[in-house]
């Protein structure tokens, strides 16, 4: 595809649909510049899009930008439930492989189009091009992926090869035995019987210990579950363990934490066997990982394969599951227009200002209420993209006490007594209270609490002493490292708790209106800073 030279920067927009988490992205020139999650526009948790509704989320990111839709020269957009698109175009003809990136012309908001069409699996991959490396092992892994409805195929498992703004797909990878996200997320239904439950179940598991027999049972139906509807797994799990079906779901009850735990173990255990595979197998060689899809929200597994390859280098993005499918399309658009690798700002890159002053009257009034036993809202410049707040959209409170990690996470959030909330702490510090990886910007790793820090941080820590730790430096979120500073120079802790700035049932706030609203409804010491000024303040 060729166009003509205009002399003005050009402007670049991708869009994905999806089963949930349908999102949009724009870029000028090589830098992406806005990525919009449908959610937190909609205000619905999980928004998949219709035409209608993508094309809405369009022009919200193009009036906020303040570009007007003829600025936008060229468009990508991705395959998985895109109702623009056929069976035909999104696999190769009679083939259950996806078809690589290719133009179609396209209808958007009343106007033909010519649009780079980019396959599931590939967009989670370009995730590699937002990391330094300047080659890599990808590795794909996810719940669903494209799927062929002639063949009954949906593509769960991939890799893939980068090598400076190239992806190439490994061929002959053998998925027929490799676990995929499908299985877990049919356990996961198994127990809560709703869809998307993965998190709860991996902070259950930790109350559990595998079970030779259940990780057995596990293991011998692994390969259905990854292929299966959840429907009709649910049947072969209930075949398997009668007793522990419809009950409800408690971290006391031994055979449902022994089943998280099984379930979580083989889930590992079969991450590892498959990327060493991958890696041992593959023409192509690199000291460097990258993982990508839903199963890289998973902690634990991803922990465990940090232990498994020391000697290689890893990146996950804070978007690897399909909320960052927009902006893996819009990475493949940009390397392939402009020849170049894309830049972002990674979290950071949703809707808010880019910079922000702030003094220490804000730092100090948001000290006085965490050492109140109070939460900071924290409503600062770019929102983060993904599932996880990173500082920007958060509820942010001290890390020593119990009782308000109780308050926050039951008490505000409604959240399960079972689940963690996470430590955000200076980068510079990490080792003094945890024993893991240098860097965890996006909160993605499993850290083991040191002895030494346990009394000290008991709101931190998870029930197998563990920890779900974020680090931050300065040079990333300086009001974040700043008021970290600030209650460590109070207490001598350097970290604080940091969860999504959301209600139960709600996507995580997008704008200062949603924010007012949440500080609105929570009765406790509290503050709300928005873009480094306190406007909020309540110390009762």
């Not at 895109?82 to 175009?89: A, G, I, S, V």
């Not at 993605?444 to 820590?461: N, P």
Request: hydrophobic share 35%.
């Amino acid at each position: 595809m060729v166009k003509k030279n205009t002399g003005k920067p050009k402007v670049l927009c991708a869009i994905s649909f999806n089963v949930h988490d349908s999102s949009v992205s724009f870029a000028i020139e090589e830098k992406v510049v806005l990525v919009l999650e449908a959610e937190r526009i909609f205000r619905e948790k999980k928004k998949v899009c219709s035409k209608s509704e993508m094309e809405h989320l369009i022009k919200y990111g193009l009036t906020y930008l303040q570009i007007q839709l003829d600025d936008v020269e060229y468009w990508a957009m991705t395959t998985l439930q895109n109702p623009y698109l056929t069976t035909e175009d999104v696999f190769e003809q009679n083939s259950i492989t996806p078809r690589e990136p290719y133009w179609k012309r396209v209808e958007i908001l009343g106007k033909h189009r010519d649009v780079l069409i980019v396959n599931h699996h590939l967009s989670h991959a370009a995730t590699y091009l937002l990391s330094e490396f300047e080659n890599a092992i990808i590795i794909t892994c996810d719940g669903g992926g494209d799927y062929n409805e002639h063949l009954k195929y949906g593509e769960c498992f991939a890799a893939f090869y980068g090598d400076g703004i190239s992806i190439k797909r490994i061929p002959k990878i053998n998925q027929s035995n490799a676990i995929t996200a499908k299985f877990y997320g049919a356990c996961s239904f198994f127990l809560y019987n709703q869809i998307q439950k993965e998190g709860k179940m991996m902070a259950l598991a930790s109350y559990g210990t595998s079970s030779p027999s259940v990780y057995e049972k596990l293991k011998s139906v692994q390969p259905e579950l990854g292929t299966l509807a959840y429907n009709e797994s649910v049947e072969i799990l209930k075949s398997l363990f009668p007793k522990i079906y419809g009950r409800k779901v408690s971290a006391s009850d031994k055979d449902i934490t022994t089943f998280a735990a099984s379930t979580q173990k083989l889930f590992s255990d079969y991450r590892i066997k498959d990327i060493a595979h991958i890696i041992n197998t593959a023409n192509e060689k690199s000291k460097n990982l990258v993982t990508a899809g839903g199963a890289s929200l998973n902690l634990d597994s991803n922990s465990e394969i940090l232990k498994n390859f020391p000697k290689m280098n890893h990146f996950i993005a804070p978007c690897c599951d399909d909320t960052g499918q927009s902006l893996g399309a819009i990475c493949i658009l940009i390397s392939q227009i402009l020849k170049k690798r894309p830049s972002a700002k990674l979290p950071y890159l949703g809707t808010g200002k880019n910079e922000f002053e702030y003094n220490d009257d804000a730092i100090n009034n948001a000290l006085s209420i965490l050492l109140n036993d109070g939460v900071a809202i924290i409503h600062n410049g770019k929102s983060e993209v993904g599932p996880r707040a990173l500082g920007n959209r958060s509820f942010i409170a001290r890390p020593d006490k119990i009782e308000v990690k109780e308050k926050l996470s039951e008490g505000i959030k409604q959240r399960e007594n079972y689940r963690p909330v996470a430590p955000v702490v200076l980068q510079d510090k990490v080792h003094d209270y945890f024993v893991g990886t240098d860097f965890s910007p996006f909160m993605l790793y499993k850290y083991e609490v040191k002895e030494t820090a346990k009394e000290k941080i008991k709101g931190a820590i998870h029930c197998d002493g563990s920890a779900r730790v974020q680090t931050v430096d300065r040079a990333n979120n300086k009001f974040l490292y700043d008021l970290i500073k600030a209650f460590g120079n109070q207490t001598g802790i350097y970290m604080l708790l940091n969860t999504s700035l959301n209600l139960k049932g709600n996507p995580i706030s997008n704008t200062i209106e949603d924010s007012l609203e949440i500080y609105s409804k929570i009765e406790t010491p509290k503050c709300l800073v928005f873009d480094g000024k306190v406007i909020k303040l309540n110390n009762n």
